[in-house]
């Protein structure tokens, strides 16, 4: 399986790529060209072509939560390709918000996008093998704490704002005959929770891989604040308990908290960016 990152926070300045706040992995599984997250743009495509990988050729996408950074580009998408099918919770429609303090924004997905492409989009709120050994779970079991984050983060409905529970994530898991790869978008239900979850039900398989960002930065807008003790040492706990093997990851998870799991992990974590390539 080989994994490009199309889209991340950050890039190596010695590629011509172009990085933006958001998530897009491009997938080649088999015959299956698979997209989780398409960031919150078209410049996915403009670095995809940049690395040989022709839009048109994407079967699926999974989109991991309702968050704009993470959805946008369906516009994109859906004018570059005809076939793909879109799949994520139903719950990823609504509207969601980013408060801290005066600072109130919707940071939904646009709602264009489900008005115009209705037709291409698949809503999946139940565990399901979507292609063969491509498989979607939509039930996170809660076992510690979630990501502090979320306490800025809101749905909006008739018109008030209540704190999101997040039920909009999702998790990719990818089976092959070594083992499974867990793919998260932002982790907003807690990255230890997620893995847990794929645990509980693929409880024979060894983790190989773990991909995508972890939430583990406080307040978003200030990245000088780093998560605390016990959740790095929840976290690196179980990825050494379960002995997985690959952990890529950058986006959502933030530089300091990347650093302290580097100490703790050491060759096993690496930070993810724009146009990084992975072979699993």
């Known amino acids: 399986m080989d994994i490009i990152a199309l889209i ?15 998530l897009c992995l491009y997938i080649k599984k ?10 919150k743009s ?13 839009i048109k050729d994407i079967d699926i996408v999974i989109i991991s939560h309702g968050h704009h950074d993470h959805g946008d580009g369906l516009l994109a998408f ?16 609504k509207d969601y918000y980013f408060k801290f303090m005066f600072f109130n924004r919707s940071i939904r997905i646009n709602e264009e996008i489900f008005k115009k492409y209705s037709d ?9 093998e979507i292609y063969k050994d491509i498989y979607i779970i939509t039930d996170i079991n809660k076992r510690y704490e979630i990501a502090k984050g979320n306490k800025y983060m809101f749905i ?13 994530e999702l998790i990719m898991v ?9 793919f998260t978008g932002c982790s907003h239900n807690g990255v230890a929770n997620m893995i847990k979850t794929v645990k509980s039900i693929f409880y024979k398989e060894k983790i190989k891989a773990l991909i995508g960002g972890f939430h583990l930065i406080k307040i978003p807008i200030l990245k000088s604040l780093k998560p605390s003790r016990g959740e790095i040492d929840i976290l690196s706990n179980i990825i050494i308990n379960e002995n997985i093997e690959a952990i890529y990851t950058g986006h959502c998870t933030g530089e300091k908290a990347y650093k302290e799991l580097k100490n703790i ?3 096993r974590i690496k930070y993810l960016s724009t146009g990084t390539k992975i072979q699993i």
């Open 30 to 39: 088999d015959n299956n060209n698979i997209l989780f997250d398409v960031g």
């Open 42 to 54: 078209n410049n996915f495509i403009s670095n995809a072509r940049k690395l040989g990988i022709n």
């Open 174 to 182: 990818i089976k092959e005959d070594n083992g499974i790869s867990i």
């Open 8 to 22: 991340e926070n950050t890039v190596d300045k010695s590629k011509d790529l172009i990085n933006e706040k958001g």
């Open 156 to 168: 909006s409905e008739n018109g008030n704002l209540t704190r999101d529970t997040f039920n909009h």
């Open 265 to 267: 992990l050491g060759e």
């Open 78 to 93: 859906f004018r570059e390709n005809t076939k793909g099918k879109v799949y994520m919770k139903k719950e990823a429609s």
């Open 120 to 128: 291409r989009i698949i809503y999946i709120d139940d565990f399901k």
